[in-house]
């Protein structure tokens, strides 16, 4: 692909729905995120993980049965 032709791409990105162009910037965040070996949060991502450590801070835990019930789900046990 061309430069020529990526610029024409993202020029037709910009005429897309709000939805569509935040899901191409996940999809290019996990692309740069593959190549380079570093992902980088974004807001709602961070502010999940805050909220993580504020719950954690005040003893606040996830029974293990759930916790167990979603690995399970997952595959991971």
Do not use: H
């Amino acid at each position: 692909m061309t430069k020529k032709q990526i610029n024409a791409v993202l020029e037709n990105v910009r005429s897309w729905p709000q939805q569509d162009q935040e899901e191409l910037v996940e999809i290019a965040r996990e692309i740069e995120a593959r190549r380079t070996g570093i992902y980088v949060m974004n807001d709602e991502e961070r502010a999940a993980v805050r909220e993580g450590l504020d719950q954690a801070r005040r003893g606040e835990f996830v029974p293990d049965d759930e916790m167990d019930a979603l690995w399970k789900k997952y595959g991971v046990i």
